[in-house]
Protein backbone atom coordinates (compact mmCIF):
# COMPACT_ATOMS: atom_id res chain seq x y z
CA UNK A 1 0.00 0.00 0.00
CA UNK A 2 1.21 3.58 -0.96
CA UNK A 3 1.62 6.00 1.99
CA UNK A 4 2.92 9.21 2.67
CA UNK A 5 3.75 10.49 6.13
CA UNK A 6 5.05 13.51 7.87
CA UNK A 7 6.95 14.20 10.56
CA UNK A 8 6.38 16.15 12.66
CA UNK A 9 2.81 17.05 12.45
CA UNK A 10 3.34 20.81 13.79
CA UNK A 11 6.47 22.72 14.75
CA UNK A 12 6.50 25.88 16.03
CA UNK A 13 10.34 27.84 15.83
CA UNK A 14 11.25 31.74 16.32
CA UNK A 15 11.88 33.70 13.69
CA UNK A 16 15.72 33.25 12.32
CA UNK A 17 15.75 29.34 12.63
CA UNK A 18 16.92 27.03 10.16
CA UNK A 19 14.39 23.82 9.96
CA UNK A 20 13.98 20.61 8.43
CA UNK A 21 10.36 18.98 7.67
CA UNK A 22 10.18 15.30 6.91
CA UNK A 23 8.28 13.55 4.32
CA UNK A 24 8.73 9.70 3.99
CA UNK A 25 7.00 7.10 1.91
CA UNK A 26 6.63 4.07 0.76
CA UNK A 27 7.02 2.10 -2.57
CA UNK A 28 9.91 3.73 -4.29
CA UNK A 29 8.51 3.44 -7.58
CA UNK A 30 7.93 7.60 -7.93
CA UNK A 31 7.28 9.70 -10.65
CA UNK A 32 7.46 12.95 -9.00
CA UNK A 33 7.63 14.31 -5.12
CA UNK A 34 5.78 17.73 -4.47
CA UNK A 35 6.01 20.23 -1.49
CA UNK A 36 2.96 22.38 -0.96
CA UNK A 37 2.07 25.26 1.13
CA UNK A 38 -1.48 25.75 2.45
CA UNK A 39 -2.33 28.79 4.27
CA UNK A 40 -5.75 28.51 6.58
CA UNK A 41 -8.30 28.54 4.18
CA UNK A 42 -7.03 28.49 0.90
CA UNK A 43 -5.87 26.51 -1.62
CA UNK A 44 -2.75 25.28 -2.22
CA UNK A 45 0.94 26.64 -3.62
CA UNK A 46 3.44 24.81 -4.91
CA UNK A 47 6.92 25.29 -3.72
CA UNK A 48 8.77 22.53 -5.52
CA UNK A 49 8.86 19.72 -7.27
CA UNK A 50 11.50 17.25 -7.38
CA UNK A 51 11.32 14.45 -10.27
CA UNK A 52 12.10 10.67 -9.59
CA UNK A 53 15.47 11.21 -11.16
CA UNK A 54 16.68 14.33 -9.69
CA UNK A 55 18.02 14.38 -6.19
CA UNK A 56 17.29 17.87 -5.17
CA UNK A 57 15.60 21.51 -5.92
CA UNK A 58 16.23 25.00 -4.75
CA UNK A 59 13.88 27.63 -4.64
CA UNK A 60 15.15 30.90 -2.79
CA UNK A 61 15.07 30.16 0.81
CA UNK A 62 13.50 26.55 0.33
CA UNK A 63 15.73 23.00 -0.41
CA UNK A 64 13.95 19.85 -1.15
CA UNK A 65 15.96 16.76 -1.02
CA UNK A 66 14.65 13.37 -2.37
CA UNK A 67 16.10 10.11 -1.50
CA UNK A 68 14.09 7.33 -3.13
CA UNK A 69 16.44 4.26 -2.37
CA UNK A 70 15.12 5.20 1.79
CA UNK A 71 11.92 6.55 0.65
CA UNK A 72 12.23 10.12 2.40
CA UNK A 73 12.43 13.83 1.21
CA UNK A 74 13.25 16.59 3.29
CA UNK A 75 12.30 20.52 2.83
CA UNK A 76 14.93 22.46 4.36
CA UNK A 77 13.49 26.43 5.14
CA UNK A 78 16.21 28.74 5.99
CA UNK A 79 16.20 31.17 8.24
CA UNK A 80 12.60 31.42 8.47
CA UNK A 81 10.34 34.37 9.06
CA UNK A 82 6.55 34.89 10.21
CA UNK A 83 5.51 34.38 6.93
CA UNK A 84 6.83 31.22 6.37
CA UNK A 85 3.81 30.29 8.86
CA UNK A 86 1.79 27.84 6.90
CA UNK A 87 0.99 24.22 7.27
CA UNK A 88 3.55 22.31 4.65
CA UNK A 89 2.10 19.37 2.54
CA UNK A 90 4.08 16.52 0.94
CA UNK A 91 2.67 14.72 -1.72
CA UNK A 92 4.18 11.94 -3.79
CA UNK A 93 3.26 10.82 -7.85
CA UNK A 94 2.77 6.95 -8.35
CA UNK A 95 1.40 6.63 -11.89
CA UNK A 96 -0.93 9.73 -11.93
CA UNK A 97 -1.93 9.13 -8.73
CA UNK A 98 -1.17 12.22 -6.08
CA UNK A 99 -1.23 10.73 -2.49
CA UNK A 100 -0.51 13.64 0.12
CA UNK A 101 0.92 13.54 3.86
CA UNK A 102 -1.19 14.78 6.87
CA UNK A 103 1.06 17.98 7.07
CA UNK A 104 3.42 19.83 9.04
CA UNK A 105 2.11 23.07 10.53
CA UNK A 106 4.32 25.66 11.01
CA UNK A 107 4.31 28.57 13.49
CA UNK A 108 7.38 31.04 13.30
CA UNK A 109 7.05 33.73 15.64
CA UNK A 110 9.20 36.75 15.75
CA UNK B 1 -0.80 31.92 -18.64
CA UNK B 2 -3.01 29.37 -16.75
CA UNK B 3 -5.68 30.18 -14.23
CA UNK B 4 -7.61 28.09 -11.96
CA UNK B 5 -11.03 28.98 -11.03
CA UNK B 6 -13.58 27.69 -8.94
CA UNK B 7 -16.68 28.57 -7.26
CA UNK B 8 -18.73 29.00 -5.21
CA UNK B 9 -15.85 30.26 -2.65
CA UNK B 10 -18.38 29.07 0.31
CA UNK B 11 -21.32 26.73 0.54
CA UNK B 12 -24.27 25.91 3.29
CA UNK B 13 -26.18 23.05 1.99
CA UNK B 14 -28.99 20.71 4.47
CA UNK B 15 -28.39 17.24 4.72
CA UNK B 16 -30.17 15.78 1.73
CA UNK B 17 -29.68 18.39 -0.87
CA UNK B 18 -28.32 18.03 -4.41
CA UNK B 19 -24.78 19.76 -4.57
CA UNK B 20 -22.79 21.61 -7.86
CA UNK B 21 -18.87 22.82 -8.14
CA UNK B 22 -17.44 23.51 -11.06
CA UNK B 23 -14.06 24.06 -11.82
CA UNK B 24 -12.77 25.58 -15.08
CA UNK B 25 -9.08 25.98 -16.61
CA UNK B 26 -8.31 28.55 -18.65
CA UNK B 27 -5.20 29.04 -21.09
CA UNK B 28 -4.21 25.55 -21.52
CA UNK B 29 -5.99 22.40 -23.51
CA UNK B 30 -6.34 18.87 -22.16
CA UNK B 31 -4.77 19.21 -18.95
CA UNK B 32 -5.37 16.65 -16.32
CA UNK B 33 -8.41 17.70 -13.85
CA UNK B 34 -8.69 16.38 -10.43
CA UNK B 35 -11.04 17.22 -7.59
CA UNK B 36 -9.74 17.03 -3.73
CA UNK B 37 -11.55 17.35 -0.31
CA UNK B 38 -9.83 17.96 3.13
CA UNK B 39 -11.83 17.13 5.68
CA UNK B 40 -11.43 19.00 9.20
CA UNK B 41 -8.35 17.15 11.03
CA UNK B 42 -7.31 14.82 7.66
CA UNK B 43 -5.23 15.29 5.27
CA UNK B 44 -5.70 15.82 1.88
CA UNK B 45 -7.63 13.36 0.08
CA UNK B 46 -8.13 12.78 -4.07
CA UNK B 47 -11.56 12.00 -5.33
CA UNK B 48 -11.62 12.17 -8.93
CA UNK B 49 -9.40 12.56 -11.66
CA UNK B 50 -9.97 12.91 -14.64
CA UNK B 51 -7.66 13.31 -18.13
CA UNK B 52 -9.60 14.22 -20.45
CA UNK B 53 -13.22 14.48 -21.68
CA UNK B 54 -15.61 11.85 -20.35
CA UNK B 55 -12.66 9.96 -18.91
CA UNK B 56 -13.31 10.00 -14.51
CA UNK B 57 -11.39 8.01 -12.27
CA UNK B 58 -12.47 7.74 -9.13
CA UNK B 59 -10.79 6.88 -5.96
CA UNK B 60 -12.88 6.65 -2.77
CA UNK B 61 -16.17 5.11 -3.10
CA UNK B 62 -18.58 7.47 -1.24
CA UNK B 63 -21.61 9.49 -2.72
CA UNK B 64 -20.25 11.68 -5.02
CA UNK B 65 -19.83 11.82 -9.00
CA UNK B 66 -17.58 14.01 -11.16
CA UNK B 67 -18.06 14.78 -14.75
CA UNK B 68 -15.98 16.93 -17.15
CA UNK B 69 -18.41 17.74 -19.98
CA UNK B 70 -15.57 20.16 -21.60
CA UNK B 71 -12.04 20.18 -22.48
CA UNK B 72 -11.31 22.55 -19.16
CA UNK B 73 -14.32 22.19 -16.85
CA UNK B 74 -14.37 19.88 -14.56
CA UNK B 75 -18.08 19.55 -12.06
CA UNK B 76 -18.14 17.51 -8.75
CA UNK B 77 -21.66 16.64 -7.91
CA UNK B 78 -23.69 14.89 -5.40
CA UNK B 79 -27.30 13.77 -5.51
CA UNK B 80 -28.39 14.31 -1.66
CA UNK B 81 -25.44 15.25 0.78
CA UNK B 82 -23.88 13.61 3.90
CA UNK B 83 -22.62 15.81 7.05
CA UNK B 84 -19.71 13.95 6.26
CA UNK B 85 -19.21 15.88 2.95
CA UNK B 86 -18.04 18.72 5.14
CA UNK B 87 -14.67 20.21 3.87
CA UNK B 88 -12.62 22.03 1.94
CA UNK B 89 -12.93 20.93 -1.60
CA UNK B 90 -9.65 21.79 -4.06
CA UNK B 91 -9.77 21.41 -7.96
CA UNK B 92 -6.24 21.12 -9.74
CA UNK B 93 -4.91 20.79 -12.93
CA UNK B 94 -1.72 19.34 -14.76
CA UNK B 95 0.35 18.24 -17.61
CA UNK B 96 0.52 14.97 -16.91
CA UNK B 97 2.62 14.38 -14.53
CA UNK B 98 3.82 17.47 -13.97
CA UNK B 99 3.39 19.73 -11.38
CA UNK B 100 -0.42 20.12 -10.02
CA UNK B 101 -1.78 24.16 -9.54
CA UNK B 102 -4.89 23.89 -7.37
CA UNK B 103 -7.43 26.34 -7.53
CA UNK B 104 -8.86 28.86 -4.72
CA UNK B 105 -10.81 25.76 -3.18
CA UNK B 106 -14.36 25.64 -2.13
CA UNK B 107 -15.37 25.12 1.64
CA UNK B 108 -19.04 23.34 2.07
CA UNK B 109 -20.70 23.05 5.37
CA UNK B 110 -23.63 20.39 5.26
CA UNK B 111 -26.36 21.49 7.72
Known amino acids: KQEVTQIPAALSVPEGENLVLNCSFT??????LQWFRQDPGKGLTSLLLIQSSQREQTSGRLNASLDKSSGRSTLYIAASQPGDSATYLCAVDWADKLIFGTGTRLQVFP | SQTIHQWPATLVQPVGSPLSLECTVE??????LYWYRQAAGRGLQLLFY??????ISSEVPQNLSASRPQDRQFILSSKKLLLSDSGFYLC??????????FGPGTRLLVL
Open chain 2, 50 to 55: SVGIGQ
Open chain 2, 27 to 32: GTSNPN
Open chain 2, 92 to 101: AWSRGSETQY
Open chain 1, 27 to 32: DSAIYN
